[in-house]
Nanobody
Framework: VQLVESGGGLVHAGGSLRLSCEAS????????LGWFRQAPGKEREGISY????????FYADSVKGRFTISRDNAKSTVYLQMNALKPEDTAVYYC????????????????????WGQGTQVTVSS
């Protein structure tokens, strides 16, 4: 099983980045997908989630209106489009996958995810 993130980097405040996460080794269509981030000294934060059928999408208040999650089951890839980036968005970003055995209300809880990527650094300069 692998989840491989890409697309991170250094960007000025107000800029945009698009993160990708390509999955392999499991049945992608059967999993909900989340994006998390972790800044130095802080807990891992759930920022977005998309259900296995793409009918439901959730966002943390901190990114709502600026970030958009999407998935392409044909490519086994989940994306996170990040616009209007702020310095406080600086963190390592992780994608994660979970089987649908939990209430959808638990989407932001890291402990409910079964597979994780290695993370990609996003740095937003002021």
């Amino acid at each position: 099983v692998q989840l491989v993130e890409s697309g991170g980097g250094l960007v000025h405040a107000g800029g945009s980045l698009r993160l990708s996460c390509e999955a392999s080794g499991f049945t992608f269509d059967d999993y909900g997908l989340g994006w998390f981030r972790q800044a130095p000294g802080k807990e891992r934060e759930g920022i977005s989630y998309v259900s296995l059928d793409d009918r439901d999408r959730f966002y943390a208040d901190s990114v709502k209106g600026r970030f958009t999650i999407s998935r392409d089951n044909a490519k086994s890839t989940v994306y996170l489009q990040m616009n209007a980036l702020k310095p406080e968005d600086t963190a390592v970003y992780y994608c994660a996958a979970r089987r649908i055995v939990y209430s959808i209300n638990t989407w932001s809880s890291p402990s409910t995810y079964h597979y994780w990527g290695q993370g990609t650094q996003v740095t937003v300069s002021s």
